[in-house]
Protein backbone atom coordinates (compact mmCIF):
# COMPACT_ATOMS: atom_id res chain seq x y z
CA UNK A 1 0.00 0.00 0.00
CA UNK A 2 0.98 3.29 -0.43
CA UNK A 3 0.10 6.62 1.30
CA UNK A 4 0.06 9.96 0.20
CA UNK A 5 3.57 10.50 1.60
CA UNK A 6 4.95 8.56 -0.65
CA UNK A 7 3.12 10.56 -3.69
CA UNK A 8 5.59 11.48 -6.31
CA UNK A 9 6.32 12.18 -9.92
CA UNK A 10 6.48 8.09 -11.90
CA UNK A 11 5.06 6.74 -9.56
CA UNK A 12 2.19 4.05 -10.46
CA UNK A 13 -0.75 3.73 -8.23
CA UNK A 14 -4.33 1.57 -7.98
CA UNK A 15 -6.67 4.00 -7.94
CA UNK A 16 -10.63 3.73 -8.82
CA UNK A 17 -9.66 -0.25 -9.72
CA UNK A 18 -7.24 1.18 -12.32
CA UNK A 19 -3.31 1.82 -12.70
CA UNK A 20 -2.62 5.42 -12.76
CA UNK A 21 0.39 7.22 -13.42
CA UNK A 22 1.17 10.36 -10.78
CA UNK A 23 2.47 13.12 -13.57
CA UNK A 24 2.55 15.75 -11.62
CA UNK A 25 2.49 16.97 -7.68
CA UNK A 26 1.44 19.93 -5.58
CA UNK A 27 1.95 19.70 -1.76
CA UNK A 28 -0.25 22.16 0.39
CA UNK A 29 1.13 22.57 4.02
CA UNK A 30 -1.39 23.27 6.62
CA UNK A 31 -2.01 27.13 7.79
CA UNK A 32 -4.00 26.57 10.87
CA UNK A 33 -3.36 23.86 13.71
CA UNK A 34 -5.01 20.69 13.20
CA UNK A 35 -5.04 21.68 9.45
CA UNK A 36 -4.43 18.43 6.81
CA UNK A 37 -1.67 18.81 3.92
CA UNK A 38 -3.27 18.41 0.90
CA UNK A 39 -1.90 16.49 -2.01
CA UNK A 40 -2.94 18.02 -5.50
CA UNK A 41 -2.14 15.57 -8.05
CA UNK A 42 -2.32 15.05 -11.92
CA UNK A 43 -3.08 11.54 -12.78
CA UNK A 44 -2.97 9.17 -15.93
CA UNK A 45 -5.00 6.54 -16.36
CA UNK A 46 -2.75 3.98 -18.10
CA UNK A 47 -5.20 1.86 -19.83
CA UNK A 48 -7.82 4.98 -20.72
CA UNK A 49 -4.72 7.30 -21.24
CA UNK A 50 -7.05 10.18 -19.52
CA UNK A 51 -5.61 12.78 -17.46
CA UNK A 52 -7.70 13.93 -14.14
CA UNK A 53 -6.38 16.15 -11.33
CA UNK A 54 -7.57 14.98 -7.85
CA UNK A 55 -6.71 16.00 -4.11
CA UNK A 56 -6.17 13.73 -1.34
CA UNK A 57 -5.70 14.55 2.54
CA UNK A 58 -2.43 13.41 4.04
CA UNK A 59 -2.89 9.61 5.27
CA UNK A 60 -4.90 8.92 2.84
CA UNK A 61 -3.68 5.15 1.04
CA UNK A 62 -3.87 3.35 -2.72
CA UNK A 63 -3.07 0.18 -3.47
CA UNK A 64 -0.04 -1.02 -5.85
CA UNK A 65 -1.46 -2.14 -8.82
CA UNK A 66 -0.97 -5.58 -9.97
CA UNK A 67 1.61 -5.51 -12.76
CA UNK A 68 3.78 -7.92 -14.79
CA UNK A 69 6.84 -6.89 -16.01
CA UNK A 70 8.61 -8.25 -18.66
CA UNK A 71 11.91 -7.13 -20.51
CA UNK A 72 11.90 -5.53 -23.65
CA UNK A 73 14.30 -4.10 -26.30
CA UNK A 74 13.54 -0.54 -28.20
CA UNK A 75 13.52 -1.51 -31.55
CA UNK A 76 12.79 1.92 -33.46
CA UNK A 77 10.51 4.97 -34.20
CA UNK A 78 8.08 5.46 -37.09
CA UNK A 79 5.93 8.59 -37.62
CA UNK A 80 2.69 6.89 -35.33
CA UNK A 81 4.94 4.85 -32.51
CA UNK A 82 7.75 3.30 -30.73
CA UNK A 83 8.46 0.05 -31.91
CA UNK A 84 9.86 -2.90 -28.97
CA UNK A 85 10.30 -6.75 -29.03
CA UNK A 86 9.84 -8.53 -26.26
CA UNK A 87 12.99 -10.60 -24.70
CA UNK A 88 10.99 -13.82 -23.35
CA UNK A 89 8.94 -14.49 -26.63
CA UNK A 90 10.23 -12.37 -28.91
CA UNK A 91 6.72 -11.01 -30.17
CA UNK A 92 7.40 -7.08 -31.28
CA UNK A 93 4.50 -4.64 -30.31
CA UNK A 94 4.34 -0.84 -30.41
CA UNK A 95 3.02 1.80 -28.63
CA UNK A 96 2.17 5.55 -29.07
CA UNK A 97 3.98 8.32 -29.45
CA UNK A 98 1.59 10.07 -27.05
CA UNK A 99 2.31 7.78 -24.46
CA UNK A 100 5.84 7.51 -24.33
CA UNK A 101 6.55 11.65 -24.17
CA UNK A 102 8.52 11.25 -21.07
CA UNK A 103 9.84 8.49 -22.28
CA UNK A 104 11.30 9.11 -25.70
CA UNK A 105 14.03 11.52 -23.93
CA UNK A 106 15.83 8.51 -23.06
CA UNK A 107 15.20 6.00 -25.42
CA UNK A 108 17.89 4.80 -28.40
CA UNK A 109 17.63 1.63 -30.94
CA UNK A 110 18.69 -1.32 -29.12
CA UNK A 111 18.63 0.12 -25.61
CA UNK A 112 18.35 -2.45 -23.46
CA UNK A 113 17.28 -2.93 -19.51
CA UNK A 114 13.23 -1.73 -20.41
CA UNK A 115 10.54 -3.50 -18.86
CA UNK A 116 6.80 -3.50 -20.58
CA UNK A 117 4.02 -2.73 -17.97
CA UNK A 118 1.36 -6.04 -18.12
CA UNK A 119 -2.48 -5.15 -16.80
CA UNK A 120 -4.70 -8.16 -17.74
CA UNK A 121 -2.64 -9.48 -20.90
CA UNK A 122 -2.65 -5.76 -22.31
CA UNK A 123 0.40 -4.07 -22.72
CA UNK A 124 -0.48 -0.51 -21.28
CA UNK A 125 3.21 1.11 -21.05
CA UNK A 126 6.66 0.60 -20.45
CA UNK A 127 9.13 1.25 -17.57
CA UNK A 128 12.88 2.56 -18.14
CA UNK A 129 15.36 1.64 -16.25
CA UNK A 130 16.49 4.56 -12.92
CA UNK A 131 19.60 5.80 -14.48
CA UNK A 132 20.45 5.71 -18.61
CA UNK A 133 24.20 5.87 -20.59
CA UNK A 134 23.83 8.84 -23.46
CA UNK A 135 26.07 10.51 -25.53
CA UNK A 136 26.16 14.68 -25.02
CA UNK A 137 26.21 15.23 -29.39
CA UNK A 138 26.40 18.90 -28.80
CA UNK A 139 27.52 21.45 -26.24
CA UNK A 140 30.04 24.64 -25.61
CA UNK A 141 33.13 23.38 -25.75
CA UNK A 142 35.13 22.36 -22.54
CA UNK A 143 36.87 24.72 -20.56
CA UNK A 144 40.23 22.76 -19.24
CA UNK A 145 40.91 23.23 -15.73
CA UNK A 146 36.87 24.27 -14.82
CA UNK A 147 35.96 20.46 -13.23
CA UNK A 148 36.08 22.08 -9.50
CA UNK A 149 33.45 25.06 -10.79
CA UNK A 150 29.60 24.78 -10.33
CA UNK A 151 29.13 26.35 -13.34
CA UNK A 152 26.99 24.45 -16.15
CA UNK A 153 26.09 24.32 -19.37
CA UNK A 154 23.35 23.00 -21.78
CA UNK A 155 24.56 19.86 -23.49
CA UNK A 156 22.05 18.16 -26.19
CA UNK A 157 21.93 14.40 -25.45
CA UNK A 158 21.43 11.41 -28.43
CA UNK A 159 17.85 11.78 -28.07
CA UNK A 160 17.65 15.31 -28.37
CA UNK A 161 16.56 15.88 -24.98
CA UNK A 162 18.58 18.71 -23.17
CA UNK A 163 20.71 18.92 -19.82
CA UNK A 164 22.83 20.86 -17.56
CA UNK A 165 26.32 19.54 -16.97
CA UNK A 166 29.66 20.56 -15.39
CA UNK A 167 31.60 23.27 -17.53
CA UNK A 168 34.39 20.50 -18.23
CA UNK A 169 31.98 18.04 -19.89
CA UNK A 170 32.60 18.17 -23.54
CA UNK A 171 30.47 16.55 -26.88
CA UNK A 172 31.15 12.77 -27.41
CA UNK A 173 31.22 12.15 -23.42
CA UNK A 174 28.87 9.52 -22.44
CA UNK A 175 26.48 10.95 -20.00
CA UNK A 176 24.60 9.25 -17.19
CA UNK A 177 20.92 10.44 -16.75
CA UNK A 178 18.28 10.08 -14.11
CA UNK A 179 14.86 8.92 -15.71
CA UNK A 180 12.49 9.91 -13.27
CA UNK A 181 13.71 13.78 -13.51
CA UNK A 182 16.14 14.03 -16.52
CA UNK A 183 18.88 15.44 -14.77
CA UNK A 184 22.45 14.45 -15.59
CA UNK A 185 24.12 12.25 -12.42
CA UNK A 186 27.57 12.70 -13.96
CA UNK A 187 29.61 10.95 -16.57
CA UNK A 188 29.82 7.47 -17.83
CA UNK A 189 32.89 5.38 -17.33
CA UNK A 190 33.39 4.70 -21.46
Known amino acids: MYSTSDLKKGLIIDFDGAPYLVEKLTVTSPQARGGATIYKVRLRNL ?19 DFDKRPITYLYKDQEAFHFMDAE ?9 EDLEWESKFLKEEMEGLKSMVYNDEII ?3 LPPVVEL ?3 ECA ?3 KGNSATSRQKPAT ?15 GHLAKVDTKTG ?7 S
Not at 89 to 97: D, K, R, S, T, V
Not at 157 to 171: I, K, M, R, S
Not at 183 to 189: K, M, N, V
Open 125 to 127: GME
Open 141 to 143: PSV
Open 47 to 65: RTKQKTDKSFRGGEMFGVP
Open 183 to 189: EFLGRAS
Open 157 to 171: LETGHTVQVPEHVAQ
Open 135 to 137: EIT
Open 89 to 97: NYEQFALPI
